[in-house]
């Protein structure tokens, strides 16, 4: 089914755009871009100008550096494009995305690429950008009675197919080390089972592929539960495995996560959220690594045997994301998560420490936040994502970097 896309673009990179017949964007939009086929509609949307033009038509599929040398190599991901006889442009473009609850540089389902090409094409016929950065755009389209139109056009066709009123629910991808997710599962399908004991967010996941895998590249995770890996995974078209010493559902394969049955260096991430201690019961194997208190060494040495097969099997330079929480239990505090740090660089390099918010634990409850305060103790709020590389050359880089800091005046 034809699907389209919005690109980015400014004042300065337009005329590229429309010299070259091509469109580009950087890291943050490769999948949507590598998933774009011939036929696929598109738009341009001029941020500094605030106009919409279109309607294009992909003549490629999307692929990374088509013409490499375009905008001075800085949007990799590209798409050769068809123009159309007459560019059309409506103006206030960023407010009639949000009303219609349409993003740049996201995927545009078929229904929602066809509204928006309503909207523009019954637009006056402009020139495709003006030098002196002014453009003088009809208000047909803009208008009220049209928008109001496309609006309800979309909202329709979103009910019909159960897609969100907010239409792609998908956050931007993280920017920063605090990560807070209010629900367990996004979109149309649900990923892993929220009922599932100790079940994984599936942003976290979802952030990490996007930053670290490429669409097509094999992610494993060898302690899956529910499946949220697999779920997530399949969605943003990454091949995956996923194994758990008591399988919760078909496509889940039965194995002990100590010995991975996979090739070395056949990996391209790895994702673990293994059991903090013996707070859950997972199930009745004796070969649960959950069973074991993170007040023991052995729960240590037994996760580290996971370290190692992660190790094995991830291809060099690849990344391991590790979720990990700590432990207060019976007035003793237990660093869980610097203790899993340790082990995991006898094996990887650290690329960063995420604090993920811990939401809709049974602990948040008035009586429990009281308990903390009357017997001094806290409730735990974050759990860390390790995400660790596999280095290079097989052994952690130490050399030493001058660094120059550049320093900023204070007020
Ligand atoms: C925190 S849960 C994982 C949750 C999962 N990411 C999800 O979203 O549903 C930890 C999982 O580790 C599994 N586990 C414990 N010991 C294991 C072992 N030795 N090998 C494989 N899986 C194990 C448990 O069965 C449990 O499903």
Not at 332 to 357: N, Q
Request: charged share 25%; hydrophobic share 35%.
């Amino acid at each position: 089914m034809l699907k389209g896309m919005i690109f980015k673009t400014s004042n300065k990179t337009e005329p590229q755009c429309y010299e070259l017949s091509l469109f580009g964007a950087d890291v943050v939009a490769r999948d949507e871009v590598l998933s774009l086929e011939p036929g696929d509609k598109l738009f341009l949307l001029n941020v500094e100008r605030n106009v919409l033009s279109g309607v294009f038509e992909a003549s490629t599929k999307g692929a990374h550096r088509i013409l490499p040398d375009a905008w001075d190599g800085r949007y990799p991901y590209q798409v050769k494009v068809i123009q159309p006889p007459d560019v059309h442009n409506i103006g206030r473009a960023k407010e009639i995305l949000d009303s219609l609850n349409l993003r740049s540089h996201r995927i545009l389902q078929d229904f929602e690429a066809d509204t928006l090409t309503s909207l523009v094409t019954s637009n006056g016929v402009k020139p495709p950008f003006e030098s002196n950065g002014h453009t003088t755009l009809s208000s047909e389209a803009t208008s009220s009675p049209a928008l109001a139109k496309a609006v309800k056009q979309i909202s329709k066709a979103r009910r019909e197919r159960g897609i969100a009123e907010s239409g792609d629910e998908r956050p931007s991808p993280e920017s920063t080390t605090l990560w807070d997710y209010p629900k367990q599962s996004y979109g149309r399908k649900p990923k892993g089972n929220n009922k599932y004991a100790g079940v994984t967010p599936a942003f976290i996941i979802y952030n990490l592929i996007k930053r670290y895998t490429e669409p097509g590249d094999l992610v494993i995770d060898p302690m899956c539960g529910s499946g949220t890996t697999i779920d997530v995974c399949e969605e943003e078209g990454r091949k995956v495995i996923g194994f758990d010493v008591v399988p919760t559902r078909p496509d889940v394969i039965e194995n002990d996560a100590r010995v991975i049955p996979l090739l070395n260096e056949s990996v391209d991430m790895v994702f673990i959220d293994s059991p903090y201690g013996d707070n859950i019961k997972y199930n009745e194997s004796p070969r649960s690594i959950g069973k074991l208190s993170a007040e023991t060494e052995e729960f240590y040495d037994e996760l580290e045997k996971v370290m190692a097969e992660a190790y094995r099997v991830l291809k060099p330079g690849k990344v391991l994301g590790w979720l990990i929480g700590d432990q207060w239990v019976q007035k003793r505090f237990t660093p869980v998560g610097f203790k899993i740090y340790e082990r995991l660089i006898k094996y990887f390099e650290p690329v960063d420490i995420i604090s993920v918010t811990r939401r809709s634990q049974t602990s948040n409850t008035g009586m429990w936040h009281n308990r903390a305060l009357k017997f001094n103790f806290y409730l735990r709020g974050f759990k860390y994502l390790h995400i660790m590389r596999k280095p290079l050359l097989g052994q952690p880089s130490s050399k030493n970097r001058p660094v120059k800091w550049a320093s900023y005046e204070r007020d």
